[in-house]
Nanobody
Framework: QVQLVESGGGLVQAGGSLRLSCVASRSIGSINTMGWSRQAPGKQRVLVAVITSSSNTNYADSVKGRFTISRDNAKNTVYLQMNNLKPEDTATYYC????????????WGQGTQVTVSS
């Protein structure tokens, strides 16, 4: 079991930056992957960034070059640095974790809202 708590969302103007944080209830060193997904109103939730236990990363095309995912195992925390934000980045952002033999994320946080004004 792992609980995930996100923070750092808010309202920002286009071109601005935000850093999201996700604190896990236990050590993340052995968690297969951790990631961030987002869901805009009326749309499906989509994965935007993933980081493995060996710190390999992968990004959705829509955020490549603008978002950076990182992890601090000592703090049980995963971050999402978001730069050059666009109005289309407006969504609720969810932290997730994939543990054990699960093929897909099996733990989710409650979400944090990011709103980008034009």
């Amino acid at each position: 079991q792992v609980q995930l708590v996100e923070s750092g969302g808010g309202l920002v103007q286009a071109g601005g930056s935000l850093r999201l944080s996700c604190v896990a209830s236990r050590s993340i060193g052995s968690i297969n992957t951790m990631g961030w997904s987002r869901q805009a109103p009326g749309k499906q939730r989509v994965l935007v960034a993933v980081i493995t236990s060996s710190s390999n990363t992968n990004y959705a095309d829509s955020v490549k070059g603008r978002f950076t995912i990182s992890r601090d195992n000592a703090k049980n925390t995963v971050y999402l640095q978001m730069n050059n934000l666009k109005p289309e980045d407006t969504a609720t952002y969810y932290c997730n974790a994939r543990t054990g033999s699960s093929l897909y994320p099996n733990y989710w946080g409650q979400g944090t809202q990011v709103t980008v004004s034009s």
